[in-house]
């Protein structure tokens, strides 16, 4: 009997169960559109608070470039500090809202995957709750992950700048760009490592340390299957990115001809629809990871096993050997 394929299990879920990838577009868009909605209030305040004279609206008005930047600099002058403590308050507020959002939905498609594979009595007898606490632990180190990541990139960046002169720009941004390529490696390792990790919160009941501890001791165990779902869903991934990238340059390449309310709408869809297909594909890997826990490791088969000959120093004379015993007369 051949073993499952957990790539071919995760694919399966999410088309027999497409309520799971349904469910994560759900709060992700509902998440994206009140961080896009908390952002524009943000923005509109803190163009209230801007003062704006009648010389600043007489040179705004002139469709000059020239008057028109001395008005705009005159404007946000002396406001920088107001917009960074803004800056600050708004990125505190999503990341706080993310990880409990992100925490409650996490712990609904990860029961909802339990089900799916160990059926509702078996996951009814191992049901551990929720394990809100862990999770929210596991989001706060990942959101902490992605801060210090960003943090990593700007200090490449002012670190370039300062260690090269103005003859040496291209010098710079080769500094800079393999520091960030660094940053970016380390935190989608980091990152995925710990998304792994919710699997055994909502599965096995851990904490959020003892979960973690079980994604490592799963890839030592399994790294094959592991790698082989990574893979396969990232080459999916990559395939769903490359038709959205062909699908948008048919409208920006009539964008000389059509107006921008056709464009940019059209762009709008293109990007939604891609999204939709990330998350799904996203849910789809869980789904395999998880199939990686509960299908039973495929058996060494017989001919792989190779015999073990005796030599003749590791026979032991006194023993009984069949051979010795005289047969029946």
Partial sequence: MNPRSP??????????????????????WSFGAAACLLATFVCLEYLDTLPVTRSDLLLLRSRQPVLISQAVGHIVRGSGFRLVAAFIVLVLALTAGWVFVAALARAATIKALVIHFRG???????????????????????????????????????????????????MALQIAMII??????????????????????????????GAISDAVDLIRRRGGP????????????????????????????LASALPGRVVLPALLVIALLYS???????????????????????????????????QPGNVDPHELILSDVPAPG
């Fill in 7 to 28: 790539t071919v299990e995760g694919f399966r879920a999410i088309f027999r169960r497409p309520s799971l990838g349904f469910a994560e577009i759900t709060w992700r």
């Fill in 120 to 170: 509702e009595e078996e996951s009814r007898e191992h049901d551990a709750g929720w394990r809100l606490d862990s999770l929210l632990g596991l989001n706060f180190l990942r959101a902490a992950v992605l801060l210090a990541a960003v943090a990593g990139c700007f200090a490449g960046f002012a670190l370039a700048g300062m260690a090269s002169t103005p003859d040496e720009a291209g």
């Fill in 180 to 209: 960030f390529t660094l940053a970016w490696l380390a935190w989608s390792m980091v990152n995925w490592l710990l998304s792994l990790a919710a699997i055994f919160v909502i599965a096995d009941g851990r904490d959020t340390f």
């Fill in 226 to 253: 592991v790698f082989a779902v990574g893979t396969s869903f990232g080459l999916a991934h990559a395939a769903a990115f490359l038709v959205a990238s062909i699908a948008a340059a048919f409208p920006l390449g």
């Fill in 276 to 310: 939709a297909v990330a998350d799904f594909l996203y849910m789809g890997r869980l789904a395999a990871y998880m199939a990686i826990l509960e299908l039973p490791e495929a058996p060494v088969a017989s001919s792989q096993l190779r015999p073990v000959n005796p």
